[in-house]
């Protein structure tokens, strides 16, 4: 089956930084979607982006299709961005997600 | 707007009790899926369904059941509870099509003790 892997698996900031978050998938999908958890467990839908720039405030995010991997900057990041970062692919029918294993994001005020 | 609502929000139970994960969304949602989480992963899908009547495994369904008897439900069911099943579990739902975001619950947190 298709494999996500998500880089880093960790880090840290200082609120107010930049960071970037690297999703590389091994096949072609018609799907991919950026999920936050919060620390309370809920997953939040920041942006389905199959190919192509979308931006939502401090938060963007881009897909190269034909290269296989998708990225999402949070810029000017704040406390309440802590939280996991999922990226998750589908590429059948019926929309079955398939997860990585997420980047898990702290900042620091 | 409930969106993906899920119950209960925890549950504790005893190894070889059975007991049914409840997932409503009021979306008009065709698709509707069943995911776990374990601790410090992914998620991965248990099951899904494309309409009334028609449901399909995942990649984790063994020990898991699941009916679709009408659009707004569908109901993850375990027997004989193991604690391999000790997990968080989240229902999602989406329009048609292999293209549409999913729309997450807020998840039931199940241990099997």
């Known amino acids: 089956g298709i494999q996500v892997e998500q880089s880093p698996p960790d880090l840290i900031l200082q609120e107010g930084a930049n960071s970037t978050l690297r999703c590389n998938f091994s096949?072609?999908?018609?799907?991919l979607q950026w999920f936050h958890q919060n620390p309370w467990g809920q997953l939040i839908n920041l942006f389905y982006?199959?190919?192509g720039t979308k931006q939502n405030g401090r938060l963007s995010a881009t897909t190269v299709a034909t290269e296989r991997y998708s990225l999402l900057y949070i810029s000017s990041s704040q406390t309440t961005d802590s939280g996991v970062y999922f990226c998750?692919?589908?590429?059948?029918?019926?929309?079955?997600?398939?997860f990585g294993a997420g980047t898990i994001l702290r900042v620091k005020s | 707007n409930a969106g993906v609502t899920q119950t209960p929000k925890f549950r504790i139970l005893k190894i070889g009790q059975s007991m049914t994960l409840q997932c409503a969304q009021d979306?008009?949602?065709?698709?509707m899926y069943w995911y776990r989480q374990d601790p410090g992963m992914g998620l991965k899908l248990i099951y899904y369904s494309v309409g009334a009547g028609i449901t399909d495994k995942g990649e984790v369904p063994n020990g898991y059941n699941v009916s679709r008897s009408t659009t707004e439900d569908f109901p993850l069911r375990l027997e004989l509870a193991a604690p391999s099943q000790t997990s968080v579990y989240f229902c999602?739902?989406?329009?048609?099509?292999?293209?549409?975001?999913?729309?997450f619950g807020d998840g039931t947190r199940l241990s099997i003790l």
């Open positions: 096949d072609s999908v018609n799907n």
């Open positions: 982006i199959p190919s």
């Open positions: 998750a692919v589908s590429m059948e029918y019926g929309n079955k997600l398939v």
């Open positions: 999602a739902s989406s329009y048609p099509g292999g293209d549409q975001p999913q729309h």
């Open positions: 979306m008009n949602h065709n698709y």
